[in-house]
């Protein structure tokens, strides 16, 4: 998680959690092939997900995005698509064919601790740990003890800087 076209983080949060607050929902752009939005709503329909947001491995470790194509419409199968909801705030980023936002309805920033990755798992391969590279960094996980794996992630223990529940229809395409 890291700044996004010349917007800092705690402003970002910030304009989510008023969207919130606002329409009762927002929206976040993300493009990570681990999160793909059939998966994503496949996970949620069944019981309550969440998104936790976590710090870089090291300081300056994400990479700031700096695109901003705002996005206008949303679809949850890419055949019927809407307009996003009047009065939330902006949805940037690049607009390319892999766009998708993940929907929440509750955000939080008032979070203190850390999280032990090594003890989840990647969804889609539950015989592997969890991977964060550049470019993808938004993953659906699994509680599964990792400790011993030998391709787990080198840092262990990341600081949460947030928690967001989905919310219905959890995560759609965009343009």
């Given at each position: 998680m890291g700044d996004h076209a010349g917007e800092g983080v705690d402003v970002?949060?910030?304009?989510?959690?008023?969207?919130?607050?606002?329409?009762?929902?927002?929206?976040?752009?993300?493009?990570?092939?681990?999160?793909?939005?059939?998966q994503v709503q496949d996970i949620?329909?069944?019981?309550?997900?969440?998104?936790?947001?976590?710090?870089?491995?090291?300081?300056?470790?994400?990479?700031?995005?700096?695109?901003?194509?705002?996005?206008?419409?949303?679809?949850?199968?890419?055949?019927?698509?809407?307009?996003?909801?009047?009065?939330?705030?902006?949805?940037?980023?690049?607009?390319?064919?892999?766009?998708?936002?993940?929907?929440?309805?509750m955000m939080t920033t008032t979070v203190s601790g850390t999280i032990d990755l090594w003890r989840y798992g990647d969804f889609s391969v539950e015989e592997k740990p969890l991977k964060f590279i550049l470019g993808c960094s938004t993953v659906c996980a699994i509680q599964k003890d990792m400790s011993s794996h030998p391709e787990r992630m080198k840092s262990r223990y990341r600081g949460i800087v947030a928690v967001a529940k989905l919310a219905e229809p959890y995560c759609v395409w965009l343009r």
């Open positions: 970002i949060f910030n304009r989510k959690i008023a969207d919130i607050e606002g329409t009762g929902k927002t929206f976040w752009l993300m493009k990570s092939p681990k999160a793909r939005p059939v949620c329909k069944p019981t309550p997900a969440y998104t936790i947001f976590v710090e870089p491995a090291t300081k300056g470790g994400a990479r700031p995005t700096i695109r901003d194509e705002a996005a206008r419409e949303y679809s949850v199968d890419k055949k019927i698509w809407y307009r996003l909801p009047e009065g939330i705030s902006s949805v940037t980023g690049k607009l390319d064919s892999g766009a998708a936002a993940l929907v929440f309805d």
